[in-house]
Structures are given as structure tokens and as C-alpha cells.
């Protein structure tokens, strides 16, 4: 492609960027995470029991950790934890009506995030990625619609895609926002409809090349897999490898202009019916019938197309499906072991609403086992580190040097090669506790360039020691964490690596 006006803009900007995150300090007016909604003067209130309560729990679970204030705001929402808590996930389940000027104001910076797959082809595919996953990392960090950056980072890595792969280069971006973004609390047909039509999922998994031209191809089944096995039923959902075939032929003939064909409509998605499996299928004991021979070209592409959807209603709101989302939604937000109990009122709520996101949380936030089952969740690496500039209220501009705790830690957003995603149980990431640790001590020795935490505002938020503990550990600590901590001389590090802080 034509080196453009815009790719030599945009070098210049990466080139700019790079020197200016290698200076030793970043000027405090370039730092753009500091939070700009008021939360009024500290000390702010902090929890008091000596577990953690409704409250707590719920920040550490719908969000991606408290920051000075935020326990006190929520607490004040009811006059007892219970209003306070349903206050709170009725607030987060309608992010949007909720201002959030800091994440807003932090992502204008980042152009690419807002542009049409075709427009994201003038990108150097270097800018695209460090955009898309600094904009992640900064709506994590600043944004006031917490379940809703939680819910998008849980289908994210439910319709996971590696952007190193062909055209994915450019196309995730869009990707990212159009699928992922747009519907992470909404529905999950409508959710999946739009992955499956992805540009960038076309080219991930093979579904632009999924064609049957004359009756001795065969189709590429690398999409029909995953959408069974990963997307919907789930590996043990009852399909055969002849329902992964017939769902692979159903979806022959679809494909996406690429960067190899043609330098007009980059990304753009088309259907060729000449390209189409016409015969007959059989979905799960579900009969798709043949093209009539002899139907108008035009007649035989909206029959095509159609397939899709009779592929995606079969699947999209099967009880497997259910079952496969509950269980992995009670994983994320229960326990590693999901709780046989929560799972079928989750997945009963799912088939019940017909795939409302919103109403399947509410589901699992209601079963005795979510409300009771407090700080067992060791958090992921992702977690972890925006829970901490959260907790400290930390300034950063989400620099190169933040994101390489994050390659370190083997959880940078955009990172993971293969298409389940990255997991959510804690024993592969309990490797990462040395790195933890360091990252810990640099983040408040202010040794990460475009990243600025300052011990003495921190304070102010809070009356004493006690209470800065309480605020990091969502309860009261106890003896043996008061005199570790007092007694190490780097309280704040200290509590950032505990293993109090490392549970949500």
C-alpha cells in the first residue's frame, strides 16, 4: 500500500511518542489519568468490619478495584449494604447514563479507536495496536462505567482474536468496538451475530476463505469449531465433528476484502452465493434446506445469507450455550470452581430473557453464592495493576513502560495467540507474583515513565495508617498485617504485593 499523508503523520507521532516517553520524567501537565469528576475533599469513609462486606466486595467484583472515595460514595447509595449494593448495579447496569468525562476526555488523543475498518488500512499497524490497547488500559483505569470495562474485557477474551494474524492488523480495532464494545451489556444473539460478520473475525479464523465453488471443495471449518466449541455450546455441549461440518457449509460463501485483493472497500464484508454450499444440511437435528436449483442469483443470495442465521438462532440461545456463559460468567465473578447451583439460575436466566447480558448479571448477583463467596479470586495480572493505580489514585498516560509489566506478566490486552482467550483461573498466573512485587516498588518509587504517584495525596485521603490499610484490603487488617506493615518502612508497596490485595 502507498505510503499516505496520514501513515507519515502518524510515523511522525510514533516517533514523537517514543522520545518522549524515554526522557527521564514526563511533565505533570502531559499526564492525562488523573480522575476530573469531584469526589469531594478526604478523609473519606473506609470499611470497618474485619471481613469484607457487601460493599467492598462489590467494588472488588463489578469494577476493577475502589479508588479513595469510592467506598464511601457506594456505602452512601442505601442505607444498609444490601440498598447500597442494588443502588450501585442498577447505576452500573445502565452505563449509559452515566458521565464520564475522564475516560472521555483521555481517549480524544487516540484517533484510530473511532475509525471505519476501511479508514484503519492508512495506519501503520504498530500506532493501531498501541492505541487500541493504551485506550483499554486507560478506560480500566478512569472510567465511571466499571461493569461495563469488566463485561467487555470478559468478550474480549470469550470472541478473542490475535491481532498479529493478516488483515486482524488493522481490523481488531473495529472490531473491538463494534462487537465487543457495542454489546457488551446487551444481548448476546445480537452480540454474536456481530462476531461472526467481524471483519477481523473472518480473517482470524479463517471464515473469508470458507468456500465451496465446485462440489469437490471442501469448506474450512476453523470458524463452525470455535463458534461451537468456544463461542456457544461449549467443548462439551453435545455437537459432533458432522455439526461442525454442516455449521462450516451453512456459512461457505462469506468473505471480506483484504489488503492481497484490492486497495477499494478494505475490510469491507460480502456474501457470494456462487461460492455457497446449496445442498441440504443438518444442524444439531435442525434441517436447513437446499437452494432450490434454478433460483435467481439474487433469490439464492438471500437464502444464503440467511443460513447464517439459522446457524446462530440454533445455537445462540441453546441450553448448552447457557450453561457454557454461566459457567464461565460464575468463574469470573464466584470462584474457579463455579458453583453448580449458581450456574443453572444463571443459565435459566439467560434462556429466560433470551440472552440479555444485563439480566443474566442480575441473576448471578442475586444467588447466595456470589453475595458470599468474598475475596477467594486471585486477580489477573490486567487486574492487578489497574487495581493498583486505582487504589492509589495514580496519574499515567498508559506509556510503553506500563504496558511491558503487563507483556512481563503475559497479559497484555490484544496479546493472547489463540482463540479461547485468556484464562481466568488463577494457577497460570501465579507466576507472576515476582514481577508484582517490582512492579509494586517502581510504580511508587516513581520509576515508570508516564506513570506519577504521589504518597503524600494518597494520605491526605484517609486518617491514618488503619484506614489506609482498610482502603487497600476492603476490611480491617489484622495484627500480623499492621506490624508487617509498619515495620517494612514501604507501607504502600507492601500492601500493593500482600496477598490481601492480590484477592478480589
Not at 253 to 281: C, I, M, Y
Amino acid at each position: 500500500m502507498n505510503f499516505t499523508r496520514r501513515r507519515f503523520l502518524h510515523a511522525g507521532g510514533v516517533t514523537a511518542l517514543a522520545a518522549t516517553t524515554a526522557c527521564d520524567s514526563i511533565p505533570e501537565a502531559l499526564l492525562i489519568g488523573r480522575r476530573v469528576p469531584a469526589r469531594g475533599e478526604g478523609p473519606f469513609q473506609v470499611p470497618a468490619g474485619e471481613s469484607t462486606d457487601l460493599v467492598s466486595h462489590a467494588l472488588n467484583r463489578l469494577t476493577f478495584g475502589p479508588r479513595p472515595g469510592d467506598y464511601e460514595r457506594v456505602r452512601k447509595l442505601g442505607a444498609d449494604e444490601d440498598a447500597a449494593f442494588a443502588a450501585f448495579l442498577d447505576e452500573q447496569l445502565n452505563p449509559s447514563a452515566i458521565n464520564d468525562p475522564a475516560a472521555e476526555n483521555a481517549l480524544r488523543r487516540f484517533e484510530t479507536l473511532g475509525e471505519p475498518p476501511g479508514e484503519l488500512f492508512e495506519y501503520q499497524e504498530k500506532l493501531l495496536l498501541a492505541e487500541l490497547t493504551r485506550g483499554t488500559l486507560l478506560r480500566a483505569v478512569l472510567s465511571e462505567r466499571q461493569l461495563y470495562e469488566v463485561m467487555v474485557h470478559f468478550w474480549s477474551d470469550h470472541f478473542n482474536i490475535d491481532p498479529s494474524k493478516g488483515d486482524c492488523k488493522w481490523l481488531k480495532t473495529a472490531d473491538d468496538r463494534d462487537v465487543i464494545r457495542a454489546h457488551a451489556l446487551g444481548r448476546f444473539p445480537e452480540m454474536l451475530r456481530a462476531s461472526a460478520l467481524s471483519p477481523a473475525m473472518l480473517w482470524y479464523l479463517d471464515g473469508r476463505v470458507n468456500r465451496r465453488a465446485k462440489s469437490a471443495d471442501k469448506p474450512n471449518e476453523n470458524y463452525g469449531r470455535e463458534l461451537l466449541e468456544l463461542h456457544t455450546l461449549g467443548v462439551h455441549g453435545g455437537y459432533s465433528q458432522k455439526d461442525v461440518m454442516e455449521v462450516a457449509r451453512c456459512l461457505t460463501g462469506w468473505t471480506v476484502r483484504g489488503t492481497n485483493q484490492s486497495k477499494h472497500s478494505l475490510g469491507k464484508v460480502e456474501f457470494n452465493p456462487d461460492q455457497h454450499d446449496k445442498d441440504a444440511k443438518e444442524v444439531l437435528g435442525k434441517i436447513i434446506p437446499a437452494i432450490p436449483v434454478g433460483v435467481k442469483r439474487e433469490e439464492a443470495e438471500i437464502l444464503g445469507r440467511n443460513e447464517l442465521d439459522q446457524v446462530l438462532e440454533i445455537v445462540g440461545l441453546h441450553p448448552a450455550t447457557a450453561k457454557h456463559l454461566a459457567t464461565k460468567l460464575c468463574r469470573r465473578f464466584i470462584a474457579d470452581e463455579p458453583p453448580a447451583a449458581a450456574v443453572t439460575k444463571v443459565a435459566d436466566a439467560f434462556l429466560r430473557t433470551r440472552g440479555d447480558i444485563g439480566s443474566t448479571l442480575r441473576a448471578l448477583f442475586a444467588t447466595t453464592e456470589f453475595r458470599t463467596t468474598r475475596a477467594n479470586k486471585f486477580k489477573r495480572p490486567f487486574h492487578f495493576i489497574v487495581s493498583a493505580l486505582r487504589a492509589t489514585d495514580t496519574a499515567t498516560d498508559a506509556p510503553p513502560a506500563l504496558m511491558d509489566f503487563l507483556v512481563r506478566m503475559g497479559h497484555a490486552p490484544f496479546h493472547y495467540p489463540t482463540p479461547d482467550g485468556y484464562p481466568e483461573e488463577a494457577t497460570p498466573w501465579m507466576g507472576t507474583l515476582l514481577w508484582r512485587w517490582n512492579f509494586a516498588v517502581a510504580l511508587t518509587d516513581g520509576k515508570i515513565n508516564g506513570v506519577k504517584f504521589e504518597n503524600a495525596a494518597l494520605r491526605k485521603c484517609f486518617r491514618g495508617d488503619d484506614e489506609l490499610f482498610a482502603h487497600f484490603l476492603g476490611r480491617k487488617p489484622t495484627a500480623a498485617e499492621t506490624d508487617g506493615g509498619q515495620a517494612s518502612g514501604a507501607l504502600v508497596p507492601l500492601l500493593l504485593a500482600s496477598p490481601g490485595f492480590q484477592k478480589c
